[in-house]
């Protein structure tokens, strides 16, 4: 298990479970992606959060993100 501090207090969240977040910058109306970092990074839709999702690796991702606009 993982302990969490978070704005609305403490959580606990299963090992096995991810947890999702969402980028500050992300519109209210949930158009946006969510990820949950571990070993691996997933990526999800945020308006679908029981839908697919895409797994990299940790090195994939950094390329990613370094390439991304800022």
Same mark, same amino acid.
């Given at each position: 298990m993982r302990v969490f501090v978070g704005a609305t207090?403490?959580?606990?969240?299963? &090992?096995?479970? =991810?947890?999702?977040?969402? @980028? @500050?910058? @992300? &519109? =209210?109306?949930?158009?946006?992606? &969510?990820?949950?970092?571990?070993?691996?990074?997933?990526?999800?839709? @945020?308006?679908?959060p029981h839908g697919a999702h895409i797994t990299f690796d940790r090195d994939t991702w950094a390329v990613f993100i370094g390439a991304a606009p800022r």
């Open positions: 207090g403490v959580f606990v969240k299963p &090992e096995n479970k =991810p947890c999702w977040r969402k @980028s @500050s910058y @992300s &519109e =209210p109306v949930g158009a946006c992606l &969510e990820v949950a970092q571990g070993r691996r990074i997933r990526v999800r839709d @945020s308006k679908l």
